[in-house]
C-alpha cells in the first residue's frame, strides 16, 4: 500500500536524452560520442579554464553527469598527465574498479596501462598509468612513501560528500602539501550540494557547479511501517514488474547477505509467474562481488525484459546504473559504531538520513520520468530520518588513522586540520590502544614495532600480530591467518541443500578444538598441499575465489614481512605459539566464560556469546580471544580461539594485571558502571 506525498524538483532538459550514435563504425566511437551526451561535456571548456587558473576547486555536479570518468580524461586531454599522474580516489573499491574499467575502455586502452586503479591488496598499474583510480585509502597509503605526492600533477577527491575516514583525512593532508606544493591541482567533487563546507574548509574555494539533468521523480511512502523490509521490497519489485511500464528497477538493501537473500526468492517467485510475465533479470552489486560479475549491471537490458539491480549503498552515488525508472528504498544501510567507552565496533544496520533518501530517489529520474517507492511512511521519514548521515571520523575507531598520521611524522593530532575533528575521547582510546600494542611509547612517539606495523596496511591488531610472530617464530603461520582473515567470511561454503555435508566438511578442519584461527590456517595449508587445487575445494565446500584472494593478500604479507626484515620462520607443531602471536595483537579481545554459558569480555565488561559458526561453539573454553564481535540476535564473537589466562599477562602486563585474569570464583564484581549482567 504506497501513497504518492511529493514530486521531486526536476529541471527538464529539452535536448535531455543522448542521441543514438547510428553512423559509429567502431565501439570506441560509439563512446566517444556517448561521452559528448554527459551533462559535464558542455562545461569541459569551462572546467578546465577553471582548474588553469585556480589550485584548488570544489565540484559539484549530479550523480551520473560524468564527474568520475569525465575529468581525468578532460585533465589527461588537456596536458596534465605530461607534468604526473591524475590520481582519482573514490570510497569504495568496487567503484575504483569500475570506473576505470569504463574509461580504459572509452580510452580504447587496456586496464592497467595508461588507466589503473589501486586497492588494497590489487594494485592494477603500471609505468604507464597515467590516470590512477583508488580507494582514498590508498592514497593515504600512499603518503608514506610519497609525502607530497610529487609523482601526481593532480588528485581528485571524489564522493568527499561520503565522508569516509580516509577521505576526511586525505582533505587535511592534501590541503596541507598544496600550500607547498603550488603546481599540484586540487579537485574535491561532490554528488550533493553541500558544497559551501568544503569550500569554507580550502580556504573559500571556487565551487563549478555542473547542472544536472534530472526528471520528477514521484515518491510514494507506504501507508504503514512495514514489519519485513525485505519481505516488503520483494513485493514491491514484483509488483512494479507485473503492473508498471517498462524500465529497470534499483533496489538498497544493507549487505550482500540480504542481497543473496532477495536474489534467491525473487528468482524463486518469478519462476511461477508464467510466460505472460517478462523476464526479469536479477542483478546483484555489492563490495565482494567477484569482478567478473560486476560489470553485469552495466549490461543493457534486453528488449522485452526487465532488470532488477539489488545492491548496496554503492548505487547512491558511486557507481550510475543507466536506464533505471524505478526505484525500491527499504530506508536502511549498514553503518559502523563505535563505543570509545568499550572500544567496541559495530557494524549495525540503521535507518539513512534525508540525504540519502533523495539521492537514492534520485536514482530512478536520470534519463526519464522516474519513481521511487519508499518503504516507510512519510511520517517517519520527516520524524526519524536525521538530515546527513555523521561523518565516519565521529562513529569509528582510529587507531589505524593515529598509527598512519604518526607514521607521518604528524604528533600533534588535536590540532590536526580535521573538517569535523573526532570526538576526543576516541582520539585518547586510539592513542591508548596503540599504547597498548607498544606501538607508541608513553610520550606518544612510534616505536619500532609501531614503524613496522604502520608497514602492513591492516588494522593495528593484525599489524601487531604478524610484528609479534617474530619472536614466536611462527611469521609463516601468522601471515597466513592473517591472510585468511582478511578475506573476511566468505572461506566456507554452505549451500542451502547441502548444509549437512558441508558442516562435515568444515569439521574436519577444526578437529581437536584447535579454534577458528587454527582451522583457517588448517584450510590454508591443505590447499597448498593440494597445489592450490580447486578440485579440492569443491570436495571441501570452501570458495575458491576467496582462498585465491587469500594466496594474493599472504604473497603481499610476504613481501612486507622481508621490508620489515622479519625472518619467515615455520613452527607448525607449536599450536601455542602460533596462539600466542595472535594474543599479542588481539589481548583486548578477551573474554571469560560465565556459570550462566555465556562469555563475558575481561575488560569492559559486556556479556558476548560464541558465534554458532565456531568450531569452538560447543566446546566452551574458559578463556577464549575473538577476532571480532558481530551483533546479529545476540552479540557474537567470530573467529575465536582458546587462550590460557596468564598469556594476558604474560604478554600485555601493562594492560592486565594478575587480578584481571585471576580464575577463582572469587571474583570481584567488574570495574565500570555495571551495566553488562551480573552472573556470578
Ligand atoms: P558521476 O561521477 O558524475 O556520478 P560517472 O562519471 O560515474 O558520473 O558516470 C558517467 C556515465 O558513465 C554514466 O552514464 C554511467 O552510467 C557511465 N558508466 C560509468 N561506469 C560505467 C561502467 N563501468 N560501465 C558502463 N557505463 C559506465
Ligand atoms: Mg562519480
Redesign the pocket.
Known sequence: DFIKESVMDGIQDEDAMPPESPGASSAKSMLQDERKTLPIYPYREELLQAINDHQVIVIVGE?GSG???QIPQYLHEAGYTKRGKVGCT?PRRV?AMS?SARVAQEMGVKLGHEVGYSIRFEDCTSEKTVLKYMTDGMLLREFLGEPDLASYSVVMV??AHERTLSTDILFGLVKDIARFRKDLKLLI?S?TLDAEKFSDYFDSAPIFKIPGRRYPVDIHFTTAPEADYIDAAIVTVLQIHVIQPPGDILVFLTGQEEIETVDEILKHRTRGLGTKIAELIICPIYANLPTELQAKIFEPTPEGARKVVLATNIAE????IDGIKYVVDPGFCKIKSYNPRTGMESLLVNPISKASAMQRAGRSGRTGPGKCFRLYTAYNYHHDLEDNTVPEIQRTNLANVVLTLKSLGIHDLVNFDFMDPPPSEALLKALEQLFALSALNSRGELTKVGRRMAEFPLDPMLSKMIVASEKYKCSEEVISIAAMLSVGNSIFYRPKDKQVHADNARKNFHSGFVGDHIALLNVYNCWKETDFSTQWCYENYIQVRSMKRARDIRDQLEGLLERVEIEPTSNPGDLDAIKKAITSGFFHHSAKLQKSGAYRTVKNPQTVHIHPSSGLAEYHPRWVIYHELVLTTKEYMRQVIELKPDWLVEIAPHYYQLKDVEDSGTKKLPRGEGRAEMTQ
Do not use: F, P
Open positions: 550523480t564527474k568520475t570518468t573514490q567503484a570506473v571524489d564522493e567533487s554528488a552515488t558511486s557507481l550510475t
